[in-house]
């Protein structure tokens, strides 16, 4: 198994050959920082760390309800949503995946862990890679695949599908006997998210598990948090089977807190909207790449000439800015790249090193 494409962006810790701070535009966390209610929060808590965490997560619990406006029993807390992945691979045991990819590493990952057999559905780059949903139903059929895992929108192609395609894919999947496992991971970023998301349909479905990180939107990657939604004994079933405490004591207050704060939250998703905008014109100015439509906070893009990615990668590295090179995702190649939207000055400075090396390759011609 090739281990390269299970690395992740955001690896800031190998320093630069300088020594000097990384820009990191490969890991796709909000641009506008931690909410000042979770570093108050974290700090108020910081003594309370002599304790263990709460088991029953109550209050997290509790703010996960008000937020997303479903019963604090039907949430299942985890260390960040890929160790849910893990959990519900191992409880559930299923055979046979059929992953449509390219797509977040850690599905195959979690999957290979719990012994699965993994097929690749391979999405078509002259369809945008938008999963055409009725040959997945064929192609379960045709290999008894017993699990399907999306990303919606799916990571690194920003891909989205309504709520409706969705479920008439899980009930498609259901007369198989076959489970959907759904990643919103992204979701939150979304002003009309309540148009794509299964979150108010996963507890009465019994074959759809749904699967959200709150590091990326609230920008806590460092502390670990997600939840899972989905039929009650699934749910139980994987309780059981995790750690007492997998949900730290200040990531429980941190998710308490920032749940809550709604003006950083609606600040998020103004910004987002626009930005992502805003830096996918100015990138396509610039030339020579195709920039896909961008759904969330983060950019793909196929570079025209993909045999100057290493060389492009190699500029933007000596400018101390860190991109996603997508060649290792199944389904890709060289030339396939994502990035992160972040500050209105941040991207200013990467689209100013990405012009000048657009320049020098114009002198070189």
Known sequence: METARFVHGGNIYDPAADGGAWLDFSANINPLGMSERVREALLQHIDAVIHYPDPEMRELRAALAAHYRLPAGGFLCGNGAAELFYLYFFVKRPKRILLPVPSFSEYERSARAAGADVHFFYLEEKDAFRPDLMKILQEVSRIGADCVVLGNPNNPTGTLLRRQELMALARGLKNVDCQLLI????????????????????????????????????AIPGLRLGFALGPKQLLHEMEQAKDVWNVNLLAQAAGAAMLSDQMYQKQTRAFIAAEKENLARRLKAIGHLRVYPPSVNFLFVRLERPQHTDELLDFLRQKHILIRDCRHYPGLGRGFLRLAVRTRAENDRLLAAWQSYALLQGHEK
């Open 183 to 218: 990643d919103e991971s992204f979701l939150d970023f979304r002003r009309d998210e309540a148009d794509f998301t299964l979150r108010q349909d996963a507890a009465a479905q019994d074959n759809i598990l749904l699967v959200r990180s709150l590091t990326k939107f609230f």
